[in-house]
Every structure is written in structure tokens, then in C-alpha cells.
């Protein structure tokens, strides 16, 4: 599956340029889909409890798959991207999961047409049932 559409932004995330030889580097101009400095991007606002500015730009890296393509390209849900960047770049224990399910909720719904055109269905914020057995049954453990 990470072949058709990439793996998660989230281990790009604790990939460094380190794990690869002087010879692939050498070889290879782009090792990942995301440029660092996006996730950087995003990683930062996030922080800022800014989800609108993330949204934008992963929407926006959708767009440019997009027009490459003609199609829009399978993709990891964007909600589910952001959340596990979230804990593995700022730690599970510094985000509070019921503010970042608020805020993504809030951002999703300011989104623009031109964004919101490009989003699938597991883009979504999550549903009330899945935020209630969130809450009932406890959070999973990744």
C-alpha cells in the first residue's frame, strides 16, 4: 500500500538524512514526498493550535498531486496524518486529543472550496460516534 501512495507523513518525520549512504544522497534529489521544511510547516502550527495553516498545506500538497496527475491521488486521511505527527513530533503526552479533535473540527469546516475539493471522506474530522468510543472505551496505545 506505501508504494501506491507513500508512507506516512509521520514516520518521514523520524526518518533523518542520516539513514541514507553518501551514494543514494549523492544519487537521489528527493528522498520523501513531503519536503522537511513542510512538515516543519506544519509541525509548528500545530504547536500554535493553528490547524487551518496544516490543513492548507497538506490540501495544497493534494492539489499539486492533483494536477500532476489529472486525478486526485490515493492519500493517508489528512486527519489521520496530522494527529500521529502530532505525537511523534511534539510526544503523545503534550497533546491533549479532545482539543486537537476540536480544532481540526474548526478548520476543517473554514476550509475554502479549492481545499475542500481535493478532500476524501477520511479527510474528515472524526464522527460523535468515534469521539464517544474514543471516551468509553479509552484512548488505544500506539
Same mark, same amino acid.
Given at each position: 500500500?506505501?508504494?501506491? %501512495?507513500?508512507?506516512?507523513?509521520?514516520?518521514?518525520?523520524? &526518518?533523518?538524512?542520516?539513514?541514507?549512504?553518501?551514494?543514494? !544522497?549523492?544519487?537521489?534529489?528527493?528522498?520523501?514526498?513531503?519536503? $522537511?521544511?513542510?512538515? &516543519? &510547516?506544519?509541525?509548528?502550527? %500545530?504547536?500554535? !493550535?493553528?490547524?487551518? #495553516?496544516?490543513?492548507?498545506?497538506?490540501?495544497?500538497?493534494?492539489?499539486? #498531486?492533483?494536477?500532476?496527475?489529472?486525478?486526485?491521488?490515493?492519500?493517508?486521511?489528512?486527519?489521520?496524518?496530522?494527529?500521529?505527527?502530532?505525537?511523534?513530533?511534539?510526544? $503523545?503526552? !503534550?497533546?491533549?486529543?479532545?482539543?486537537?479533535? #476540536?480544532?481540526?473540527?474548526?478548520?476543517?469546516? $473554514?476550509?475554502?472550496?479549492?481545499?475542500?475539493?481535493?478532500?476524501?471522506?477520511?479527510?474528515?474530522?472524526?464522527?460523535?460516534?468515534?469521539?464517544?468510543?474514543?471516551?468509553?472505551? $479509552?484512548?488505544?496505545?500506539?
Amino acid at each position: 500500500m506505501h508504494d501506491e %501512495i507513500g508512507p506516512p507523513i509521520y514516520s518521514l518525520w523520524q &526518518q533523518t538524512d542520516e539513514q541514507h549512504s553518501p551514494l543514494v !544522497n549523492a544519487l537521489v534529489t528527493e528522498h520523501q514526498p513531503v519536503p $522537511r521544511s513542510l512538515l &516543519q &510547516q506544519i509541525v509548528s502550527g %500545530i504547536q500554535y !493550535n493553528d490547524m487551518l #495553516r496544516p490543513l492548507k498545506l497538506l490540501s495544497a500538497e493534494l492539489i499539486k #498531486r492533483k494536477t500532476k496527475s489529472g486525478m486526485i491521488a490515493r492519500h493517508h486521511g489528512i486527519y489521520r496524518e496530522l494527529l500521529f505527527l502530532s505525537f511523534a513530533a511534539i510526544g $503523545r503526552e !503534550n497533546i491533549d486529543q479532545v482539543a486537537f479533535d #476540536r480544532e481540526y473540527r474548526l478548520a476543517y469546516d $473554514r476550509l475554502d472550496g479549492q481545499y475542500v475539493s481535493v478532500l476524501a471522506k477520511v479527510d474528515a474530522p472524526p464522527t460523535i460516534a468515534s469521539v464517544f468510543c474514543r471516551h468509553f472505551f $479509552r484512548e488505544l496505545e500506539l
